[in-house]
């Protein structure tokens, strides 16, 4: 093609651009009428909050950044252009100008190959600087042309700075990762992902297909993410906006659970034993011992007739409602709802009336049908159950050890269990017991990033959250920290209900450059899990390792760096110990340089100072690791969360250090 041909070329997809952005406007600007008309047009006034509620949010979904571009590609399909992009846009008349990246048509510009060009002759790709289009690329396939990952434009595009939340992906979705992005709905499945291989995208990108796909059922049933903390949350919590999803609700496991107020903190035994599966028998086998047999027929008087059920009618009724499998509470109300059932067939066959609703509303609150549930099926709270097995342990008899026992017994019991000072393990503990009472609500899909840190009460928490769902569990078996970290994924599946999902490797990493992963990799051996050592694409990229000699520079030689990195573009992490962090804050405020905490995620700030502890899934142009060595001492798994630490950095790699290096990083 010449350079006028491919100005013409270029000009005439701007102006489909632009058209295409007027036509979304108008979309919106419809929308909006029929939102403000809504309550004129509708029958009855459900009608009418129901149509402002889905014009609400359709308004919300047809929001245009000017930033973004409206499509990254087109395929050429039959002499037919088809322009693929973030959201689907037609004409007044109703005619695709964009093609949504979820459409089934779409799926070519991401599967198809020359091998298999499922009919595309064309594959073209967009160069965007800020929303406006400044170049293309085509691939034709039918002349057995194809780029891969040697695109020029797809490279820019993954190596593009980080500045700010995460990005979506969809204009480099790869093969492999589009077939977990369009897995079917009633499929689980769990993604083992090396750093910088886009698990986290995956993950969201596939939850937007399956609005898209199942959109009526998931906005009745709910699709939620679960993340690691609130810094992760604030991080990819553009991406679903961005691609028009805007109902999704996003949660960290604490605030999933939290019933109560965390006000203490438990030891580290302590912890290890509330989240262990044990306790969720030790808490079932305290709960279901409350049953008693009844010992005592009950005798009713409803001011006209007296009434008599017999001890073995009231026994029958209390086995039968156990044998049912009902949660607790459910089955407290079915044991009540047949007593009266029995006093209603006595007053019918007596009377040869059916008796009033207010009557037998009178007969199930009589205190002669009370007392026997208190006595035969009580009632019991979350509360009232976690708080008896934390005051007496030797509750759990076997199924704990003396010293576990020991662990988790409160030193001085408070006086009731609404004054109870209760820790995050006590949450899982509450939650586990409120699951054993009523049944939760199970979203229709649930998906969990960094899930090889999930402990088996967690997992189980979930679990009760996607009963009746499909659930996306995302993960590195080497990045996990915690006590009870993961190291077979079919321990975590089989505590989320879903022991036969599918485990899928994502090895291949588009972010984090070659020189990186290569050093990370030397502590894989070291951290007691079978993964595949990651493989970059990145060919780019900088490390470099910064002995100082004296401890006392150690900070200054930090400083230094952020400041040289400042003059390269892209934004600027320096991640390091927890004691640390406060210090090296105000070493960059008193230099002057502006900076931010991973919570800020609407900072101007370039530079972000990360506590080690929560850089999980977090990225960063350049990274600055201060002290490895204090990163590693302080926690018993840390040489995991330094193989964390190394893989947030997608352009740059800085690491200073006074101390010796972790044996596995020593080269040569």
Same mark, same amino acid.
């Given at each position: 093609?010449?350079?006028?041909?491919?100005?013409?070329?270029?000009?005439?997809? $701007?102006?489909?651009?632009?058209?295409?952005?007027?036509?979304?406007?108008?979309?919106?600007?419809?929308?909006?009428?029929?939102?403000?008309?809504?309550?004129?047009?509708?029958?009855?006034?459900? *009608?009418?909050?129901?149509?402002?509620?889905?014009?609400?949010?359709?308004?919300?979904?047809?929001?245009?950044?000017?930033?973004?571009?409206?499509?990254?590609?087109?395929?050429?399909?039959?002499?037919?252009?088809?322009?693929?992009?973030?959201?689907?846009?037609?004409?007044?008349?109703?005619?695709?100008?964009?093609?949504?990246?979820?459409?089934?048509?779409?799926?070519?510009?991401?599967?198809?190959?020359?091998?298999?060009?499922?009919?595309?002759?064309? $594959?073209?790709?967009?160069?965007?600087?800020?929303?406006?289009?400044?170049?293309?690329?085509?691939?034709?396939?039918?002349?057995?042309?194809?780029?891969?990952?040697?695109?020029?434009?797809?490279?820019?595009?993954?190596?593009?700075?980080?500045?700010?939340?995460?990005?979506?992906?969809?204009?480099?979705?790869?093969?492999?990762?589009?077939?977990?992005?369009?897995?079917?709905?009633?499929?689980?499945?769990?993604?083992?992902?090396?750093?910088?291989?886009?698990?986290?995208?995956?993950?969201?990108?596939?939850?937007?297909?399956?609005?898209?796909?199942?959109?009526?059922?998931?906005?009745?049933?709910?699709?939620?993410?679960?993340?690691?903390?609130?810094?992760?949350?604030?991080?990819?919590?553009?991406?679903?906006?961005?691609?028009?999803?805007?109902?999704?609700?996003?949660?960290?496991?604490?605030?999933?659970?939290?019933?109560?107020?965390?006000?203490?903190?438990?030891?580290?035994?302590?912890?290890?034993?509330?989240?262990?599966?044990?306790?969720?028998?030790?808490?079932?086998?305290?709960?279901?011992?409350?049953?008693?047999?009844?010992?005592?027929?009950?005798?009713?008087?409803?001011?006209?007739?007296?009434?008599?059920?017999?001890?073995?009618?009231?026994?029958?009724?209390?086995?039968?409602?156990?044998?049912?499998?009902?949660?607790?509470?459910?089955?407290?109300?079915?044991?009540?709802?047949?007593?009266?059932?029995?006093?209603?067939?006595?007053?019918?066959?007596?009377?040869?009336?059916?008796?009033?609703?207010?009557?037998?509303?009178?007969?199930?609150?009589?205190?002669?049908?009370?007392?026997?549930?208190?006595?035969?099926?009580?009632?019991?709270?979350?509360?009232?159950?976690?708080?008896?097995?934390?005051?007496?342990?030797?509750?759990?008899?076997?199924?704990?050890?003396?010293?576990?026992?020991?662990?988790?017994?409160?030193?001085?019991?408070?006086?009731?269990?609404?004054?109870?000072?209760?820790?995050?393990?006590?949450?899982?503990?509450?939650?586990?017991?409120?699951?054993?009472?009523?049944?939760?609500?199970?979203?229709?899909?649930?998906?969990?990033?960094?899930?090889?840190?999930?402990?088996?009460?967690?997992?189980?928490?979930?679990?009760?959250?996607?009963?009746?769902?499909?659930?996306?569990?995302?993960?590195?078996?080497?990045?996990?920290?915690?006590?009870?970290?993961?190291?077979?994924?079919?321990?975590?599946?089989?505590?989320?209900?879903?022991?036969?999902?599918?485990?899928?490797?994502?090895?291949?990493?588009?972010?984090?450059?070659?020189?990186?992963?290569?050093?990370?990799?030397?502590?894989?051996?070291?951290?007691?899990?079978?993964?595949?050592?990651?493989?970059?694409?990145?060919?780019?990229?900088?490390?470099?390792?910064?002995?100082?000699?004296?401890?006392?520079?150690?900070?200054?030689? *930090?400083?230094?760096?952020?400041?040289?990195?400042?003059?390269?573009?892209?934004?600027?992490?320096?991640?390091?110990?927890?004691?640390?962090?406060?210090?090296?804050?105000?070493?960059?405020?008193?230099?002057?340089?502006?900076?931010?905490?991973?919570?800020?995620?609407?900072?101007?700030?370039?530079?972000?100072?990360?506590?080690?502890?929560?850089?999980?899934?977090?990225?960063?142009?350049?990274?600055?690791?201060?002290?490895?060595?204090?990163?590693?001492?302080?926690?018993?798994?840390?040489?995991?969360?330094?193989?964390?630490?190394?893989?947030?950095?997608?352009?740059?790699?800085?690491?200073?250090?006074?101390?010796?290096?972790?044996?596995?990083?020593?080269?040569?």
């Amino acid at each position: 093609m010449s350079a006028s041909d491919l100005d013409v070329e270029l000009t005439a997809e $701007r102006t489909h651009l632009s058209e295409s952005r007027a036509a979304l406007r108008r979309m919106r600007g419809r929308a909006e009428a029929l939102f403000s008309t809504g309550d004129k047009v509708a029958g009855d006034a459900y *009608t009418a909050e129901q149509l402002g509620r889905h014009m609400a949010r359709r308004v919300k979904e047809l929001a245009d950044d000017p930033d973004t571009p409206l499509f990254f590609g087109r395929l050429d399909i039959e002499e037919v252009a088809y322009h693929v992009g973030r959201r689907h846009v037609t004409d007044d008349a109703g005619e695709p100008m964009v093609l949504d990246w979820r459409a089934p048509l779409s799926r070519a510009f991401y599967r198809a190959s020359v091998r298999d060009p499922q009919g595309v002759a064309t $594959r073209r790709r967009f160069g965007f600087v800020k929303g406006e289009l400044t170049s293309f690329e085509d691939e034709h396939l039918d002349r057995g042309e194809e780029l891969g990952t040697s695109s020029r434009i797809l490279t820019a595009e993954i190596e593009r700075p980080r500045v700010g939340p995460m990005r979506d992906i969809v204009a480099t979705i790869q093969p492999e990762q589009d077939e977990l992005v369009r897995a079917e709905l009633a499929d689980s499945i769990c993604v083992q992902g090396a750093p910088g291989t886009g698990k986290t995208a995956v993950g969201l990108h596939r939850a937007a297909f399956l609005l898209y796909l199942h959109r009526e059922r998931l906005r009745r049933s709910g699709v939620l993410i679960v993340g690691p903390n609130t810094a992760f949350l604030s991080y990819i919590s553009a991406v679903l906006p961005t691609l028009g999803e805007v109902e999704v609700q996003q949660s960290t496991l604490d605030d999933l659970v939290g019933r109560v107020p965390v006000k203490a903190v438990d030891s580290p035994a302590a912890a290890l034993v509330k989240h262990d599966a044990r306790m969720a028998e030790v808490l079932s086998g305290l709960l279901w011992s409350r049953i008693a047999a009844p010992t005592q027929p009950i005798m009713v008087s409803d001011g006209s007739y007296r009434w008599r059920i017999d001890t073995e009618p009231l026994r029958r009724i209390v086995d039968e409602a156990r044998r049912e499998g009902l949660p607790y509470a459910t089955g407290r109300e079915r044991v009540r709802a047949r007593v009266v059932g029995l006093l209603q067939r006595q007053s019918e066959y007596r009377t040869g009336n059916s008796p009033s609703e207010s009557w037998l509303r009178k007969m199930s609150k009589i205190p002669q049908v009370t007392e026997f549930l208190e006595a035969c099926w009580p009632a019991v709270t979350p509360e009232s159950l976690v708080a008896g097995l934390l005051t007496d342990p030797s509750a759990a008899g076997e199924l704990l050890t003396e010293p576990e026992q020991d662990a988790i017994r409160w030193v001085k019991p408070p006086k009731t269990a609404k004054s109870a000072k209760w820790t995050a393990g006590d949450l899982l503990l509450l939650d586990e017991a409120a699951g054993l009472l009523e049944r939760e609500n199970s979203f229709g899909h649930v998906v969990i990033d960094e899930a090889q840190d999930l402990s088996a009460m967690q997992a189980r928490a979930i679990a009760r959250r996607s009963e009746h769902g499909s659930i996306t569990l995302l993960g590195d078996l080497a990045q996990g920290t915690a006590p009870w970290a993961a190291t077979d994924w079919r321990d975590i599946l089989a505590h989320l209900g879903k022991p036969d999902a599918a485990v899928v490797p994502l090895t291949v990493g588009f972010r984090v450059p070659e020189a990186v992963v290569t050093l990370a990799n030397r502590l894989l051996p070291a951290l007691g899990v079978q993964v595949p050592e990651a493989v970059s694409l990145r060919r780019d990229g900088d490390l470099v390792i910064v002995p100082v000699a004296d401890p006392a520079d150690l900070d200054a030689r *930090t400083l230094a760096e952020v400041t040289a990195a400042l003059e390269h573009e892209g934004s600027v992490a320096v991640i390091a110990a927890d004691t640390a962090v406060e210090r090296i804050r105000g070493h960059l405020t008193a230099a002057g340089i502006a900076h931010a905490t991973p919570d800020d995620v609407d900072a101007e700030a370039r530079v972000t100072v990360v506590p080690a502890t929560v850089v999980k899934g977090l990225e960063y142009d350049h990274v600055v690791v201060h002290e490895p060595a204090d990163i590693v001492a302080a926690e018993p798994r840390g040489l995991n969360r330094l193989y964390v630490v190394l893989t947030r950095a997608v352009t740059r790699l800085s690491v200073m250090h006074a101390k010796p290096l972790p044996e596995p990083l020593n080269i040569g």
